[in-house]
Nanobody
Framework: QVQLAESGGGLVQPGGSLRLSCAVSRDIVSRSAMSWYRQAPGKQRELVAHITDDGRRDYIDSVKGRFSISRDNAKSTMYLEMNSLKPEDTAVYYC????????????????WGQGTQVTVSS
């Protein structure tokens, strides 16, 4: 079973920066589409950033120009660099991996991490 472990969250003042990491227990990162989601208390989980297996990146409008998603295949790790953080960025951030190497019933395998808390407050 693939395990995902997020880290790097914490408390930061508005305008500050954090880098989140998602370590993947199996060597599947290079063949996967990967995403960062976030969920604030009382709100729905939302997709924040996405990177495909061929390197295309997408972001929700609210984080464009501030967040950057990347991955290191050799380290089996995905990152989310967050700059110019705002209070509305406060949420639990989750790593998601969709593995394209195995298709079951027409669907690729999908995995979630347990989340890391990001709090932006003065």
């Amino acid at each position: 079973q693939v395990q995902l472990a997020e880290s790097g969250g914490g408390l930061v003042q508005p305008g500050g920066s954090l880098r989140l990491s998602c370590a993947v227990s199996r060597d599947i990162v290079s063949r996967s589409a990967m995403s960062w989601y976030r969920q604030a208390p009382g709100k729905q989980r939302e997709l924040v950033a996405h990177i495909t297996d061929d390197g295309r990146r997408d972001y929700i409008d609210s984080v464009k120009g501030r967040f950057s998603i990347s991955r290191d295949n050799a380290k089996s790790t995905m990152y989310l660099e967050m700059n110019s953080l705002k209070p509305e960025d406060t949420a639990v951030y989750y790593c998601n991996v969709v593995f394209g190497g195995i298709i079951v019933d027409g669907k690729p395998l999908e995995y979630w991490g347990q989340g890391t808390q990001v709090t932006v407050s003065s």
